[in-house]
């Protein structure tokens, strides 16, 4: 069982306060990113052989309770898919995709909704709240409707509006905020300590980089119990990059693994404040965002210290894509994938073109792209590969318009 024993606030300078206090930390944290410590010993890992599946496998290393579990939706055991067409399509023979949206609301995010609402059960606490570019939204809705809960969430004003219909669907409490993403945040964590709800805050709720931290552990198993050469990361506050390299440390500190992957994490070119503050060594400062892949569009990354520290102390770096480059990823993870990704979810296949030129991913390196988000949240930025082809009710109508491909092996 899991029981953090320590706790490390990063501040946004890169300083660092370790306490041994877990509530302390909590309270001097002031917008820094709270990092949970463990007993780390190889008994925290589970056995190839433990039968218990998802997230709650990992519970040596999880902030949790003795007893049950309660939240009631499967999240995790997400598919590392190694696909030749993709890997012919990239060049690069050992590449595997880490499927994160086959969760129950397609996105990375439902890991940390589950474990922030298991929480919640435990504690007896009713309401729940976040801020979100949508995808952390939608998953709280969705998950708290599952466990009996109420969600109040706050959103941007240009907030997709297909993910603002399943937040409405799954009967969330929706506060479209004027100012965007920033403001939102603010104001969520405002409402959460006036009122006394559990905020599921990115980087602020420690329990949310603590579940997405599973995502490594799995790569981990379902590659044979061996590290990979580099994990690519789509960056938006920056705590999906940081609770990856949080995973593979723990493997690390439990005697499992002994080496980390190096990690590349990847910005949009209209929104790349922590690639910026990785170039300049200096604190992140906000930026304006102007990309269409909404979940890497944060403006004023809450977790930019801890990414660049785990970036650099893994001896990966940052790359920046363009749109156009986006939209070429989610064309090809649907045509040579299988994978129909958001424009953030696809992000990180974007970068690995830019990576390679950089050196930082090799053709002959162990390589994992992490997908975090699914389309069907975004079909709109599902161009078709192909025209449809309109025939009248006739079969020699359907031989002509296909001609050759009708006898295609
Ligand atoms: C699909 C998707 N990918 C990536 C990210 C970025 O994750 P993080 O904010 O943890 O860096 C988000 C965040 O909302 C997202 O929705």
Same mark, same amino acid.
């Given at each position: 069982m899991g029981r953090a024993i320590a706790a490390s606030v990063v501040y946004a300078d890169g300083t660092t306060r370790r306490f041994t206090d877990v509530d302390a930390a909590m309270r001097a944290a002031d917008g820094g990113c709270v990092e949970l410590e463990y007993a780390y010993a190889p008994d925290a890992v589970p056995e190839p052989a433990d039968p218990r599946r998802g997230l709650w496998r990992y519970r040596g290393l999880l902030p949790l309770d003795p007893g +049950?579990?309660? =939240? %009631?939706l499967p999240v995790g055991d997400t598919p590392l898919l190694g696909l030749p067409a993709l890997r012919a399509a990239a060049g690069i023979a050992s590449l595997w995709l880490k499927d994160e949206t086959r969760g129950p609301t397609g996105s990375n995010k439902d890991r940390a909704t589950a474990l922030v609402l298991q929480d919640a059960l435990n504690r007896g606490i009713a309401t729940v709240s976040c801020a979100s570019t949508g995808n952390v939204a939608v998953s709280l809705a969705v998950g708290a409707a599952a466990a009996g809960k109420r969600a109040v969430v706050f959103v941007p004003a240009g907030v997709a509006e297909a993910k603002l219909g399943f937040m409405l669907a799954a009967g969330a409490t929706v506060l479209k905020v004027r100012g965007g993403y920033r403001e939102a945040f603010r104001l969520s964590e405002w409402a959460a300590a006036a009122f006394g709800w559990c905020s599921r805050n990115t980087g602020v709720n420690p329990y949310a980089a603590e579940a997405k931290k599973t995502v490594a552990l799995e790569i981990w198993e379902q590659l044979g119990r061996a590290v990979p050469d580099v994990v690519v990361v789509p960056v938006g506050d920056g705590v999906t990059l940081s609770a990856m390299a949080k995973g593979f440390r723990e493997l690390v500190a439990c005697g499992a693994a002994t080496r980390m992957p190096r990690l590349v994490g990847v910005q949009a070119e209209g929104c790349q404040p922590v690639k910026r503050a990785w170039e300049t060594r200096l604190p992140v400062t906000a930026a304006r965002a102007s990309t269409f892949a909404d979940g890497i569009a944060?403006?004023? %990354? +809450?977790?930019a210290a801890t990414a660049v520290r785990d970036v650099r102390r893994s001896g990966g770096g940052f790359v920046a894509v363009s749109d156009a480059e986006i939209t070429d990823a989610v064309r090809t993870l649907a045509t040579r994938g299988g994978v129909l990704a958001e424009p953030a979810g696809a992000a990180a296949f974007a970068g690995l073109r830019p990576a390679r030129v950089a050196g930082l991913v090799r053709s002959s390196d162990r390589v994992v792209v992490l997908v975090t988000g699914s389309g069907l949240k975004a079909p709109? =930025?599902? /161009? %078709? /590969?192909r025209p449809v082809i309109d025939v009248p009710d006739d079969r020699e109508a359907v031989r002509r318009a296909l001609g050759d491909e009708a006898v295609a092996r």
């Open positions: +049950v579990v309660r =939240y %009631p944060v403006e004023a %990354p +809450v977790c709109r =930025y599902l /161009a %078709p /590969a």
